[in-house]
Structure formats: C-alpha cells, structure tokens
C-alpha cells in the first residue's frame, strides 16, 4: 500500500491519502493496511467500522467524543460526496486546547482523515446524499457518548452553512459549550 501522510496545523490530527489504480474497468484502492499505517507512524488498532449517509447538504454531525475508558482515534473518509470535518482539541494540558482544525474530505479527493482521542469531531455534509465511513479504535459506548455545541461562538468554527440552514439532531442542538465542558483529557 502507498499512501501519503500530512499533519494539519495541530499536528496530531492528519490527512491520509491512499493509492488509487484506475483503467478503464474503474478503480482499485487499499484504504486502510495496518502495516503501512505503522510504517507511516500510525500504529492503532481499529475495532469497529461505522457508517453515515446524510441525505441533505447541510447536515452536521457533531461535535462528539467518548471520555474513557471507550475514548476512540476515529479514521474518517468520504465514498459518496464530500464533508467539511472539523477536529477540537479537548486536551486540557495542550497548548493548542479549544482550537480546531478542518478540511474538506471528499470521495473525489480520495483523502481520509485521522482524528486522534482528545479531539471532538464534527462534520457538515456539503453536497447530498454523503456517505461517511470511519474506523474507531474502541467501541460505542452510549454512558460515554459526550459531545460540544457545535456553533459555540467560543470555538470560532466558520462552518459554510447558515444556523437555521443546518441540519441537526435534537441532540447535537443541546450540547454543552466548551466553557462547560468537564476535563475528559
């Protein structure tokens, strides 16, 4: 497998690029190989596969986290249409803590990215019917499900969609803003 690894400006969260083969048949990809992964310096091991279509532009999922023991590294991509994903850091002791990173992962970009245990994470669906598949290293635990309001002014995100535009769970409208957030990390 060959793949491409960078960090973003919190470096512990990177963007993965697999291989792609095409013809004319269509394409071939290994998108994940826990060799080459440890090659590349991420050695984790994935436990559970989860997937998410989105029907509509505009939806968002998140911010969530499990706290321990079920904390999870999630290894998100894209197979149909494209998401703006965003990574928080909710590591109390790091300098970058409450910052965020994003980028845009797409089925066309054929990128993935990794966001690591400390982080909440969230995405906005950017065109419909998206379809997310993602790799946690510990399984869902719904005591342990937590997450962080989305729109927290605190948190400076400029998600590319409107507050009444966005599509959202009862449950994602009524998260805690980080300044109320317990320290899970």
């Known amino acids: 497998m060959s793949l491409t690894v960078e960090s973003?400006?919190?470096p512990e969260v990177k963007i993965i690029r697999p291989r792609k083969h095409g013809d004319a048949r269509g394409f071939f990809s290994e998108t994940y190989?826990?060799?080459a992964f440890a090659e590349a310096g991420i050695d984790l091991d994935f436990v559970q596969d989860n997937h998410a279509f989105s029907a509509t532009k505009g939806t968002v999922r998140g911010l969530h986290f499990q706290s321990a023991p079920f904390a999870q590294d999630?290894?998100?991509r894209v197979v149909r249409g494209s998401i703006l994903d965003v990574a928080v850091d909710l590591r109390r002791a790091s300098p970058t803590y409450g910052q965020h990173v994003s980028a845009v992962i797409s089925a066309?970009?054929?990128n993935q990215i990794l966001v690591p245990?400390?982080?909440a994470h969230g995405l906005l669906t950017l065109?419909?019917?998206t379809e997310v598949l993602?790799?946690?290293t510990n399984y869902y635990a719904p005591q342990h499900d937590l997450g962080l309001l989305w729109n927290d002014p605190a948190l400076g995100i400029a998600w590319p969609v409107s507050e009444a535009d966005a599509v959202l769970?009862?449950?994602d409208k009524a998260q805690p803003r980080l300044a109320d957030l317990p320290a899970y990390f």
Do not use: M
Request: avoid cysteine; aromatic fraction near 12%; hydrophobic fraction near 45%.
């Open 33 to 35: 190989a826990k060799k």
């Open 108 to 110: 066309d970009e054929w």
């Open 8 to 10: 973003l400006a919190i």
């Open 127 to 129: 065109e419909p019917d």
């Open 74 to 76: 999630k290894l998100v």
């Open 134 to 136: 993602y790799k946690v």
């Open 117 to 119: 245990v400390g982080f």
């Open 169 to 171: 769970s009862a449950k």
